[in-house]
């Protein structure tokens, strides 16, 4: 597995370790401008990439369910000297939500970024229908900036598209194609089915006692009020916010309000 480690200046007051892992078909880049500003409050964050995705190894056996992943995550959080205070946006959050529920005791805090244990199955099928998009691939970077385009039309187009280059992989044949392994995106793997793990998932959250905040965009189309509504029935303590203005990708949309939204909850941790 890839990853990134943001590290505090010396001068300032060491708070912990924080682990980022991104939603399906993102990469650990996702993060960099909030984990930069993680860091500067004293932070030690990591930014991984998933299995199948970006720099991380492909699953030999095609295997991207969920248990894979949590066994992931937990091999990740053995190497570490702490419990981390886990950020999962989407596959992320899944992830960590469904690993502390099992394993309780194994993060010190929980932030899921746009994810609930209900989601809304037509904004799943509009990222399952991006992420199988363009399978011949694509002849340069502007067609490669016109796909991601249309996928986030609330986004303006960069003018400098140099940075998606590290959302694609040249091939022998010359063309970019997506980050991720395509067997992710095979029928009736995670791309398709969070909604078949809502059961599993409510009863892990249901045993999450470690502090939880869910942080979700107000014109997202994976998380509603009905979701967000059942997450804090199963975890009491839980709180939520609102980023009006961001879309199912919180942090990529809103970032300013994102760090400053997660900024207050890390500050009520002991």
Do not use: C
Not at 99 to 119: F, W
Request: hydrophobic letters at 40%.
């Amino acid at each position: 597995m890839a990853g990134d480690r943001w590290t505090p200046a010396t001068e300032t007051a060491y708070r912990g370790p924080i682990l980022m892992l991104h939603g399906g078909g993102q990469t650990r880049h996702s993060w960099n401008r909030a984990a930069a500003g993680l860091a500067v409050d004293g932070w030690t964050v990591y930014t991984l990439d998933a299995r199948g995705h970006g720099d991380s190894d492909w699953a030999p056996d095609g295997d991207y369910r969920l248990d894979g992943l949590v066994g992931d995550l937990r091999g990740v959080i053995e190497q570490l000297d702490e419990q981390p205070v886990l950020f999962g946006a989407s596959l992320g959050g899944m992830t960590g939500l469904t690993a502390e529920g099992e394993n309780p005791g194994l993060l010190r805090a929980l932030v899921l970024v746009d994810i609930t244990p209900k989601v809304e199955p037509e904004g799943v099928k509009r990222i399952a229908d991006f992420m199988r998009g363009n399978p011949d691939g694509f002849a340069n970077l502007e067609e490669v900036a016109d796909a991601v385009a249309a996928y986030q039309p609330h986004r303006t187009r960069p003018t400098n598209i140099e940075g998606l280059r590290r959302n694609v992989r040249e091939r022998s044949n010359g063309r970019l194609y997506w980050h991720w392994d395509p067997a992710f995106t095979r029928p009736r793997t995670l791309v398709d089915t969070p909604t078949a793990d809502h059961g599993r998932m409510v009863a892990a959250a249901r045993a999450v006692e470690v502090p939880t905040l869910l942080v979700h965009g107000g014109r997202s189309d994976i998380v509603s009020s009905d979701g967000v509504e059942e997450l804090l029935g199963l975890i009491p303590h839980a709180s939520a916010v609102n980023v009006s203005a961001a879309g199912h990708m919180v942090a990529g949309d809103d970032n300013a309000v994102f760090v400053a939204e997660v900024g207050g909850f890390l500050d009520t941790l002991v």
